[in-house]
T-cell receptor, first 112, second 112 residues
Framework: ETGVTQSPTHLIKTRGQQVTLRCSSQ?????VSWYQQALGQGPQFIFQ???????GRGNFPPRFSGLQFPNYSSELNVNALELDDSALYLC???????????FGPGTRLTVL | ELKVEQNPLFLSMQEEKNYTIYCNYS?????LYWYRQDPGKSLESLFV?????AVKQEGRLMASLDTKARLSTLHITAAVHDLSATYFC????????????FGTGTRLQVTL
């Protein structure tokens, strides 16, 4: 059974640029959630996708957007990057909304 | 707005002694999760607690839930160095409320 994978592992961008992060869900899982974890803090919920539809969103501006594909993999897009967007971005998958979420290794984004 | 608080934030533990981490949350919720995070790594699922009075144990870790008090505890028995990590509790629900709201995290350090 393949776990949750994310790419890339690390990324450095400059302010104003755009970034796309990718996530492959664990085999058999149809729900993907994205979280932002700033240094020394707990993860903050960005949004969740269930069967290709957005299924809840946290307090993040519209420049954070996402997609889920028919194979349940997902993308997180962030436009107009700001310095405060520097964080570890975690993707989690689960079988249906509400079940235990299993986290990927994360993508560490640095915005200069 | 749901708030999740953990205490202590940092715990320096001596080997072979017992300790407890507390997790308080502000509103009724369906599920309480405990995750472990090693430095620079992702989150590892430890326990999910679904009902009042639920108790789960794995090795030296035991988690319990009191939904009336909105309190979960993670008890560590006879601490060993391998338990050094940051532990998060997270509150979640079902359906559109299935996002996880994380606590601040408790950093455990076991000293020899």
């Amino acid at each position: 059974e393949t776990g949750v994978t994310q790419s890339p592992t690390h990324l450095i961008k400059t302010r104003g640029q755009q970034v796309t992060l990718r996530c492959s869900s664990q085999s058999g899982h149809n729900t993907v959630s994205w979280y932002q974890q700033a240094l020394g803090q707990g993860p903050q919920f960005i949004f969740q996708y269930y069967r290709e539809e957005e299924n809840g969103r946290g307090n993040f501006p519209p420049r954070f957007s996402g997609l889920q594909f028919p194979n349940y993999s997902s993308e997180l897009n962030v436009n107009a990057l700001e310095l405060d967007d520097s964080a570890l971005y975690l993707c989690a998958s689960s079988f249906a909304s509400g079940n235990t979420q299993y986290f990927g290794p994360g993508t560490r984004l640095t915005v200069l | 707005e749901l708030k999740v608080e953990q205490n202590p934030l940092f715990l320096s533990m001596q080997e072979e002694k017992n300790y407890t981490i507390y997790c308080n949350y502000s509103t009724t919720s369906d599920r309480l999760y405990w995750y472990r995070q090693d430095p620079g790594k992702s989150l590892e699922s430890l326990f999910v607690l679904l009902s009042n009075g639920a108790v789960k144990q794995e090795g030296r870790l035991m988690a319990s839930l009191d939904t009336k008090a909105r309190l979960s505890t993670l008890h560590i028995t006879a601490a060993v160095h391998d338990l050094s990590a940051t532990y998060f509790c997270a509150v979640g629900g079902t359906g559109t409320a299935s996002k996880l709201t994380f606590g601040t995290g408790t950093r455990l350090q076991v000293t020899l």
